[in-house]
């Protein structure tokens, strides 16, 4: 299959917009949802009960109650879904923040459970697993052979924390298969993917989601940075699609004076609940700077507003995705759960980032297709903004309502115009694969390098480069890399850094070239 270029932004959109999706979803607040029924309400329930005892064939009730339930919710507002029970699991695991299991990043690479790198400090890689090595048996259950789809794998590598799986390992670096047997442990998931300073006096925190655990994994970091000699902190939350509402206003809580307002709700019946910073920041005075992008949503968007609004900070990027609704979550007996908006939220200044649906749900998804066309991700004067949502902040400027944070400084994409879906398939995992399978037939030419061996190793060759624009070929992505070389070689060699020595090296070589933090350094004196 060959995919057109002109259509492969929204492609990888689609699959970076799930976590928007289902990540601003997830800002509810953790109170028992009441119901109320009355005969009307129960004519769902009586249809149901009369198509299960009476229709003349069988059929699946369950499926017909799924359908209701989402046709119901399609009609309120994007926002407001049914998850059913094998999504709702998965969710709930990522936003906990942990998960029991054995501590390894994979793929089905061929037929097999390829291993891309055990956790760091995690049950795998403790008992000697190794990136490369292959799951051939997990107790007596055969996983090779088989393309077994990822939750049934999932299901036979958790389990109870301190109980035991044995696995049958091929090595393929050694030929030969080994024996392990490794107890089930609690595995992080982490939210704050990496803290470092990116130069003497200035801290980077990366935010994937806002997550249980997130607030405590960005103070942790926030205090170290500072024991470095961090003045200045850049908070990043690009392609952040949000999570609990009350872990961004911890974050700002650190940022922000006390009592100054970080963000309020408006309910159905005008309720207004205010959240105000407290007097306990870590970090109230230092230079704060929130990059964000299309994708930054929700609770992102909680941050970035509560700082703009207050004069606290730069926000640096692009319009950020646009939704300011409030979930709550209603779970059923089956695992299933409703996600209802039941507020509104609003930022200090009082306004509504939320982008309009009054189109409808495919309408309001497609907005992103808009971006592409009308140029706004190369030229901040193509963001469209509503002038009769004009609000001011407590120094005087100008901020906007209706449809996302709008930057202070914008940042443009970086790929060429037309070609913008490069951009976002170089941090997609398509790029993990690719160094993965790279790696599996060389790894031994890598083995025993220093970091700066492998950075001249790799930077002098073309040949990971082209044997990229083969990998995409050969599995339908016809694209015209050279235009975009730079971006391409820096990502690939990030990510082979990242596989072979740490999340840090990642960081450290895709920063350095990065649009947003070089806006950063230019503000900063």
Do not use: C
Request: proline share 3%; no cysteine.
């Amino acid at each position: 299959m060959k995919t057109n270029t002109k259509y492969l932004p929204i492609l990888i959109f689609a699959t970076l917009a799930l976590g928007v999706f289902i990540g601003a979803l997830l800002n509810f607040p953790s109170e028992e949802s009441s119901s109320r029924f009355n005969s009307h309400k129960n004519k769902l329930n009586k249809l149901i009960n009369f198509i299960d005892n009476e229709y003349v064939d069988d059929v699946d009730t369950d499926s017909i109650v799924d359908l209701a339930v989402n046709n119901i919710l399609e009609k309120l507002d994007p926002h407001s879904v049914y998850v059913p029970p094998s999504q709702q699991s998965e969710v709930a695991e990522s936003m906990k923040g942990d998960f029991v299991g054995i501590g390894i990043n994979f793929y089905m690479h061929n037929d097999t459970v390829a291993i891309i790198k055990p956790v760091e400090g995690g049950p795998s890689e403790k008992a000697g697993i190794k990136a490369g090595d292959r799951i051939l048996y997990a107790n007596k259950d055969k996983l090779f052979g088989r393309k077994l789809p990822s939750d049934s794998l999932f299901t036979k590598l958790k389990g109870e924390v301190g109980s035991e799986v044995a696995l049958t390992i091929y090595r393929k670096s050694e030929n030969k298969k080994l024996q392990f047997k490794i107890k089930r442990d609690v595995v992080p998931i982490k939210s704050v993917d990496i803290a470092l300073l990116i130069n003497p006096t200035t801290g980077y925190i990366k935010i994937n989601r806002f997550a249980e655990t997130t607030y405590d994994e960005f103070r942790e970091g926030l205090l170290n940075l500072k024991e470095q000699g961090a003045k200045a902190l850049v908070i990043d939350v690009r392609d952040n699609g949000g999570g609990y509402l009350e872990k961004a206003i911890e974050i700002a809580d650190e940022l922000l004076k006390d009592r100054k307002l970080i963000v309020f709700t408006k309910n159905k019946k005008g309720r207004i609940d205010k959240t105000f910073a407290t007097s306990n920041g870590d970090f109230e005075s230092g230079k704060v700077f929130i990059l964000i992008n299309e994708n930054s949503a929700s609770a992102s968007e909680i941050l970035a507003g509560a700082i703009q609004d207050n004069d606290r900070g730069v926000i640096i990027g692009r319009r950020s995705f646009g939704k300011g609704l409030v979930q709550r979550e209603m779970e059923f007996d089956d695992g299933s759960a409703v996600r209802l908006t039941i507020a509104r939220y609003y930022t200090p200044t009082g306004r509504s980032i939320q982008k309009s649906y009054k189109n409808g749900n495919e309408d309001y998804f497609k907005e992103f297709d808009k971006r592409f066309e009308n140029g706004e991700l190369y030229k901040k004067d193509s963001i469209k903004v509503d002038d009769t949502l004009k609000f001011k902040t407590p120094k005087g400027k100008t901020v906007y309502g209706g449809g996302g944070i709008v930057p202070d400084v914008f940042v443009p994409i970086e790929a060429e115009h037309g070609e913008e879906g490069i951009a976002y398939l170089m941090q997609s995992g398509v790029v993990s694969y690719y160094v993965f399978e790279q790696l599996d037939s060389k790894r031994k030419e890598f083995k025993g390098l220093t970091f700066e061996q492998f950075l001249s190793k790799i930077k002098k060759t073309d040949l990971y480069f082209k044997n990229f624009q083969h990998y995409l070929s050969k599995n339908g992505l016809i694209l015209k890399l050279e235009g975009n070389k730079s971006l391409v070689k820096r990502y690939l060699t990030a990510e082979f850094a990242r596989q072979l020595y740490g999340d840090q090296k990642y960081y450290e070589i895709v920063l350095k070239d990065d649009a947003m933090i070089k806006a950063v350094l230019k503000i900063k004196p």
